[in-house]
């Protein structure tokens, strides 16, 4: 199995330029993430989704949105990207309690 | 309000010393805690998580609810601990959603 996995790795982008991070998992997980990692600020809810066909907000989501394109996948798009959204991007699986995490995404927006 | 609290940025010992991290936690009902690992420039790891009360690569950690803690211990450190640790939460009736403390830097010195 190869757990959680994110594409791309690194990417840097313009301010007002978009992308859709990706994430996929093979666990047969209902629940998946999304978080941002800032120093000094830890981990930050951005969305999940309880299960496919679902999502919702965490604590930090804007100027971002979600697809759960189907029970493996969850995407996260940034549509207008902005200097403050430098960061790196997790995500993560879950089923009952405890999270699998990607290896990330380090996103730099100049 | 829940709400994950790591007072310390960062921790410094010498190889062979004890450590402690130190977690606090608010949270109305009985929640689920966890520490999570994260090695320099790799994913975050599932170190422990409360219901089990296991021991890994020698940390422990117990929850007490008088205090409102979960610290994490290892009575002697390694140079392989250094890392990133986060301690997290969960409700018992909305297991999948975790909130992060904002970590704490474990430095070992040879």
């Known amino acids: 199995n190869a757990g959680v996995t994110q594409t791309p790795k690194f990417q840097v982008l313009k301010t007002g330029q978009s992308m859709t991070l990706q994430c996929a998992q093979d666990?047969?997980?209902?629940?998946m993430y999304w978080y941002r990692q800032d120093p000094g600020m830890g981990l930050r809810l951005i969305y999940y989704?309880?299960?496919?066909?679902?999502?919702d907000k965490g604590e930090v989501p804007n100027g971002y949105n979600v697809s759960r394109l189907n029970k493996r996948e969850f995407s996260l798009r940034l549509e207008s990207a902005a200097p403050s959204q430098t960061s790196v991007y997790f995500c993560?699986?879950?089923f009952g309690t405890g999270q699998y995490f990607g290896p990330g995404t380090r996103l730099t927006v100049t | 309000a829940q709400r994950v609290t790591q007072p310390e940025k960062l921790l410094s010992v010498f190889k062979g010393a004890p450590v402690e991290l130190k977690c606090n936690y608010s949270?109305?009902?009985?929640?689920?805690l966890f520490w999570y690992v994260q090695y320099s420039r790799q994913r975050l790891q599932l170190l422990l998580r409360?219901?089990s009360r296991e021991s890994i690569k020698g940390f422990t950690a117990d929850l007490n609810k008088g205090e409102t803690s979960f610290h994490l211990k290892k009575p002697f450190a390694q140079e392989e601990d250094s890392a990133m640790y986060y301690c997290?939460?969960?409700?018992?009736?909305?297991?999948?959603?975790?909130?992060f403390g904002t970590g704490t830097r474990l430095q070992v010195f040879p």
């Open positions: 989704s309880a299960s496919e066909g679902t999502t």
């Open positions: 997290a939460l969960s409700g018992v009736y909305n297991t999948d959603k975790l909130i």
């Open positions: 993560a699986s879950s």
């Open positions: 949270y109305s009902g009985s929640p689920e």
């Open positions: 666990m047969n997980h209902n629940s």
């Open positions: 409360h219901i």
